[in-house]
C-alpha cells in the first residue's frame, strides 16, 4: 500500500533538504501506525502536533495504510511560562534560563530514561540535541538545533515567544529558589572586600550559595537585556 505524508513548519528541519516542503510517497507493510510511519522518517513524536487523514483530523495512533497525512508542529507558544528539564550536554543553556527565571531542572549524570521520567513526573518540557530521545514514549519538548548556548537560548525564546522573564529569582548552580538574607546572617561566610562594599543578599533555598549585586551581576544583567530585549519576535 502507498501512503502519502507532508510535513509543515519546522518539522521539514527534521528531513534531508530535498525532501522538505514536498509530498513524500511511501510503500508501507501491513497497516501501521500513524505515529510509526512519521517517526521513522526521521520527525520525533514529541515534536508533533497537530495531524490529519486526509484532511481529517486524527491521532498518532491511528492506523492508515493508504491515504494522505500531514503534520504540524507542536504548539508552545502561548505559554507564559514553563519549566524544563535538560539533556547532559546543556548545562550552560540551563545557567541561562534559571538567569531569566526559568525553572530548568539539569544533572550531568542523566540517563534518557530518567530525564524523560522527570520530565513527565514534574510536567517539564525536555531540551535536547538527541532526536532519538524525542521519540521515546511520553516524551514532550522539542530538539534545539545550534551547538552554541547563546544560540539555544534564542531558539527556545523564538518556539516559546509567550514566556515572561522573572530574573534573579532562581539560584543558577542548583535551580533553587532564593530568598532576601540579612547581611549579619551572612557575614562569617563573605570575603572582606564583600562585607565591605555590599549590603543586599540573597541565599539559595537548597545549596545556600551566597548571591550580592556586585560585578557578576552587572554582567548578567547585560546578558539579560541582550537575550530577551533582542529576542526573536
Not at 18 to 47: F, K, M
Not at 56 to 73: D, F, N, Q, T, Y
Not at 85 to 108: E, I, M, S, T
Amino acid at each position: 500500500m502507498k501512503i502519502r505524508v507532508r510535513f509543515h513548519g519546522c518539522l521539514n528541519d527534521f528531513l534531508r533538504p530535498a525532501s522538505r516542503n514536498h509530498w513524500l510517497e511511501l510503500d508501507v507493510r501491513g497497516i501501521p501506525a500513524l505515529l510509526d510511519t512519521l517517526q521513522a522518517l526521521g520527525v520525533p513524536q514529541a515534536e508533533i502536533g497537530r495531524v490529519t487523514l486526509d484532511g481529517r483530523a486524527a491521532r498518532l495512533s491511528r492506523r492508515a495504510g493508504s491515504g494522505k497525512v500531514e503534520a504540524w508542529p507542536a504548539d508552545f507558544g502561548a505559554r507564559r511560562s514553563a519549566r524544563f528539564a535538560l539533556d547532559v550536554p546543556l548545562g550552560k543553556l540551563a545557567r541561562h534560563l534559571r538567569l531569566l527565571g526559568f525553572d530548568a531542572a539539569y544533572r550531568n549524570d542523566y540517563d534518557d530514561a530518567a530525564l524523560v521520567e522527570k520530565a513527565r513526573r514534574e510536567r517539564r518540557l525536555v531540551l535536547t540535541r538527541d532526536v532519538g530521545l524525542l521519540k521515546r514514549r511520553r516524551a514532550r519538548g522539542f530538539w534545539l538545533r545550534n551547538d552554541a548556548p547563546a544560540l539555544q537560548l534564542k531558539e527556545v525564546l523564538a518556539r516559546m515567544p509567550g514566556l515572561r522573564p522573572r530574573p534573579f529569582r532562581l539560584c543558577l548552580a542548583c535551580n533553587g529558589r532564593l530568598r532576601r538574607v540579612s547581611k549579619a546572617a551572612v557575614l562569617d561566610r563573605l570575603l572582606p572586600n564583600t562585607r565591605r562594599h555590599f549590603n543586599r543578599f540573597f541565599q539559595c533555598c537548597q545549596c545556600c550559595r551566597i548571591y550580592w549585586p556586585g560585578s557578576h551581576y552587572k554582567k548578567m544583567r547585560v546578558f539579560l537585556n541582550q537575550s530577551w530585549m533582542k529576542r526573536p519576535s
